[in-house]
Each structure stands twice: as structure tokens, then as C-alpha cells.
């Protein structure tokens, strides 16, 4: 699966919440300044070049969908980074943010909980 932009994975953030939308639909999730028409259309091309979106006809425009899960895409992005900066190592990752954001023994048990109830 390809990586995606930042600009890219801002609109398929807001696919995967509408599920599917028009580039004005998209346009008006998007935060101000809301950048061009134009813009927001050739990013949804290039996502459809890379296999994320697909589109159906709708009247005179096109209406976009995703195409890749973002569970699926999540998955592959968290094991891209534990591969590039953490030699492979899930153990290492939750280590390094276990102690550059100071969690507590706490907040640990909630997740282990979590996790354990997942399981």
C-alpha cells in the first residue's frame, strides 16, 4: 500500500468519515482557509490513481468513495512506523512513549485492561 501526503490523508480522513462525497462535500469539511476547487479535485484524482478512492457518476460530477479501509491503512501506516524508527520493536515504541509523555501507572493498567479486553 502507498504512503499518502499530508494533503492526502487530510481528504481521505474526511472520505472515511462522510463515506462518500462530492469535492464541494469534501471541501466544506475541510478547516479554513478552504482551499481551492481545483486543488481538493486533484487530490481526489490522485487518490483514485493510487487505489484509495473510486467514484460513481452523480448527474453532471462524480461523488468519491473509499476504496482502502482505514483500519487497513492505519495498520500499515503504525507498522511502517515501528519498522523506520523502531527496528521492528512494539515493545520499543510504547517504551519511548510511555516515557516522553510521562503516563502514568494508572493510565498503563487502563490500557492493558483494554487491550486484554480486545483479546
Not at 3 to 8: D, G, M, N, S, W
Not at 14 to 42: F, H, M, R
Not at 68 to 76: L, M, P, T
Request: charged share 25%; proline share 3%; aromatic share 10%.
Amino acid at each position: 500500500m502507498l504512503q499518502l501526503t499530508k494533503a492526502e490523508e487530510e481528504i481521505m480522513q474526511i472520505l472515511w468519515q462522510l463515506g462518500k462525497g462530492n469535492v464541494k462535500a469534501i471541501i466544506g469539511c475541510l478547516p479554513e482557509p478552504k482551499p481551492a476547487y481545483n486543488t481538493v479535485s486533484t487530490i481526489v484524482r490522485i487518490l483514485e490513481s493510487k487505489g484509495f478512492v473510486d467514484h460513481e457518476k452523480e448527474g453532471k460530477g462524480h461523488v468519491y468513495f473509499p476504496i482502502i479501509k482505514q483500519q487497513d491503512y492505519s495498520n500499515q501506516s503504525l507498522n511502517k512506523l515501528v519498522d523506520n524508527y523502531f527496528q521492528g520493536s512494539f515493545k520499543s515504541m510504547v517504551s519511548f512513549f510511555v516515557k516522553k509523555n510521562d503516563v502514568s501507572l494508572k493510565e498503563l493498567e487502563s490500557i492493558l485492561k483494554e487491550i486484554n479486553k480486545e483479546q
